[in-house]
């Protein structure tokens, strides 16, 4: 939980870089927290409304996250639209998103494996 609200406190601190854990703790909390606001929005009959508002709250701290993760990997954050180009972007995303951030400094900060913890 304190690296979904520690995301969500950097919510547009595009700038530095952010560890695997960070990132896809982040993912999986949207996930949860999207599945069960659907469900409740099914149950009062309201469609996927409620986690549509909830998509639109965590956009700019979705992207601010992927974009710190892709530095520690030593990309750009550009290379957030290579999700753009259909099936082969995502997967390719992916795979830069589940490769380990480099070690030591690089153009974009120290590496944050190096700083406190969080949890």
Known sequence: MN???AVL??????SGRARRTEYWMFVLFNVIITVVLNAISMAIKQG???????GLAVLIPGLAVAVRRLHDT????????IALVPVVGV???IIFM????QPGDNA???NPKLAPALG
């Open 9 to 14: 406190k950097n919510y547009a601190g595009f």
């Open 98 to 101: 589940a490769t380990a951030g």
């Open 48 to 54: 996927s409304l409620l986690g549509s508002i909830y």
């Open 3 to 5: 690296w979904y609200l």
């Open 74 to 81: 030593g990309r750009s954050g550009w290379w957030l639209l």
């Open 91 to 93: 997967i390719v995303l």
């Open 108 to 110: 974009h900060g120290p």
